[in-house]
């Protein structure tokens, strides 16, 4: 078994107007393969996007393919991160 962490980032998020919209939430070493999401609170995002980040990996595997390695992976922060274990 393999652990990974990954670093996500939680953000305010606006509609077209400007107006404040929820939150957006992303995990940048899996955005580019749907690592992405938003909730109404910061807390709905962070738990959606825990979800959303072991969903693409349990994908990912499924399908043979590659799980990135996140950059800052041994990098001590303060940051949200999802852990994931495979």
Not at 35 to 40: D, H, N, V
């Amino acid at each position: 078994m393999k652990t990974y962490n990954f670093k996500v980032v939680v953000e305010p998020d606006e509609d077209f107007e400007g107006n404040p919209a929820g939150w957006h939430a992303y995990c940048p070493a899996l955005e580019h393969v749907g690592g992405s999401t938003w909730g109404e609170t910061e807390a709905e995002a962070l738990k959606k996007i825990d979800d959303v980040v072991h969903l693409v990996i349990e994908s990912m595997i499924a399908h043979g393919e590659p799980i990135p390695q996140p950059a800052d992976q041994a990098e001590v922060t303060v940051e949200p991160r999802v852990a994931v274990t495979v």
